[in-house]
């Protein structure tokens, strides 16, 4: 049997309807992110400028206990979980990069591969996907329940600008923090990869560190630094704006600190992926 005119005319319809609605998507999908892309900059802008405007100005100046305090929620409580996780990672990226290496005889180099792939790339990386899940989903929850809880409307009634006494705390200690915090994983991957060296591989510990010491560059190290000093700004950017567009009471809170994290790790990503091109364009 052939198809009747009517059947082909809903065919035609269906398909005509379907690369429509996932056109329509798609736009949508678009417009969000250029919504969301420019949110985060005016946000980042206006942070900056409170910034600034602590340093020259006495009266702007922010608290050092507020300060302080959002150092130790992001940064101190995160030392455990960085520290294993990065001790993991020296160990595992040594027994990985063994076998191909004593196949050429040059297991020594196994220090050089751990070392440069911690301290580049790996150290601050993975730092800030931890810190996205310890920190960010906080930073955006805490931010959210305030917005639901009407606080955000009462420090405006008062006269109190929500970004210099809410984001700009959170905003400092999430990057000093953070670069803090690289430091110590690239210290411990190194070491994670040293003991993986010495007790796995039968390499001695003066060898594997005098290796190191001759791949490593200040360039490396001063590298990964910028690269966590960005990935702080990512986080805790994308974690103020998600909380202050927090809607739909504790669901749309729940919602916030799970985009947050989703959103943290896909920018961290993609901000790893344009350092590593200007890295590699410039010869750094």
Avoid at 122 to 137: H, M, R
Avoid at 250 to 256: K, M, P
């Amino acid at each position: 049997m052939t198809d009747t005119p009517h059947e082909g005319r809903s065919a035609l319809h269906r398909a005509v309807s379907s690369v429509g609605r996932f056109a329509d998507a798609q736009w949508r999908f678009a417009r969000d992110c250029i919504i969301a892309f420019g949110g985060l900059v005016d946000l980042l802008r206006e942070t900056l400028r409170w910034c600034v405007e602590g340093i020259i100005r006495p009266r702007g100046r922010l608290g050092r206990a507020t300060l302080l305090q959002q150092m130790v929620r992001v940064g101190v409580r995160s030392i455990g979980i960085v520290v294993l996780v990065q001790i993991f990672i020296g160990i595992i990226i040594a027994l990985q990069m063994a076998p191909t290496l004593q196949q050429y005889g040059q297991l020594e180099r196994v220090a050089d591969v751990v070392g440069i792939a911690v301290v580049r790339e790996l150290g601050p990386l993975i730092t800030a996907i931890v810190l996205s899940g310890f920190a960010g989903a906080s930073i955006a929850a805490e931010i959210g329940s305030m917005v639901e809880g009407e606080e955000i409307k009462a420090l405006r009634a008062h006269a109190m600008n929500p970004v210099r006494f809410l984001v700009v705390p959170r905003f400092v200690a999430t990057v000093i923090m953070l670069t803090g915090l690289s430091v110590i994983a690239d210290l411990v991957g190194v070491i994670g990869g040293m003991i993986t060296a010495v007790f796995v591989l039968d390499l001695g510990a003066e060898v594997y560190v005098e290796f190191t010491r001759q791949a490593l560059k200040l360039s490396d190290f001063y590298g990964g630094l910028a690269k966590a000093a960005v990935f702080g700004v990512t986080i805790s950017m994308i974690a103020c704006y998600e909380g202050f567009n927090v809607k739909g009471g504790a669901e749309g809170v729940g919602r916030a600190t799970t985009a947050t994290v989703v959103k943290s790790i896909v920018s961290l990503i993609a901000v790893d992926v344009v350092f590593t091109i200007v890295f590699y364009v410039f010869k750094i």
